[in-house]
């Protein structure tokens, strides 16, 4: 008889430890974001991506780096559900050697001008969220 009630304490725990882990599993909300930006039709090689709140929001903002016209914000550092605005900086190589102080001669990389000029924005759902940018990038600059 001893058995029955030892198998059903250990039961009971097993079940209460399930119980306590599983909401860690579903995460804090946070939500994945991916996507590609391209610039006159080619991905842009490097730059950033920010996500900042809409006016009125409390939730939180967050960015990734862009590279050969890629970008990820993982699960751990995503956003929230909500709506947000979205500010892309874009960096290209001028060709140019240039000598920085703690890295010494380097490729000259300096800030793209893009054709957009109104505000990116973007809605953030449960589940999948996975983004396009087409820019275009201003002449002569």
């Given at each position: 008889?001893?058995?029955?009630?030892?198998?059903?304490?250990?039961?009971?725990?097993?079940?209460?430890?399930?119980?306590?882990?599983?909401?860690?599993?579903?995460?804090?909300?946070?939500?994945?974001?991916?996507?590609?930006?391209?610039?006159?039709?080619?991905?842009?090689?490097?730059?950033?991506?920010?996500?900042?709140?809409?006016?009125?929001?409390?939730?939180?903002?967050?960015?990734?780096?862009?590279?050969?016209?890629?970008?990820?914000?993982?699960?751990d550092k995503g956003l929230m559900p909500g709506a947000y605005q979205v500010t892309i900086q874009g960096f290209r190589k001028t060709g140019r050697m240039v000598r920085d102080p703690q890295m010494g001669q380097i490729e000259e990389i300096v800030p793209m001008q893009f054709n957009?000029?109104?505000?990116?924005?973007?809605?953030?759902?449960?589940?999948?969220?996975?983004?396009?940018?087409?820019?275009?990038?201003?002449?002569?600059?």
């Open positions: 008889m001893m058995r029955p009630s030892r198998f059903r304490l250990t039961a009971l725990l097993a079940l209460a430890s399930v119980l306590f882990l599983l909401p860690g599993c579903g995460g804090n909300g946070r939500q994945k974001v991916v996507g590609a930006v391209t610039v006159d039709a080619a991905p842009l090689e490097s730059g950033t991506i920010n996500f900042r709140p809409a006016p009125g929001s409390k939730a939180n903002s967050s960015g990734a780096g862009i590279q050969n016209g890629r970008f990820e914000v993982p699960a957009e000029t109104g505000a990116r924005s973007v809605t953030i759902v449960e589940g999948k969220n996975e983004f396009e940018f087409t820019l275009t990038q201003r002449k002569g600059k």
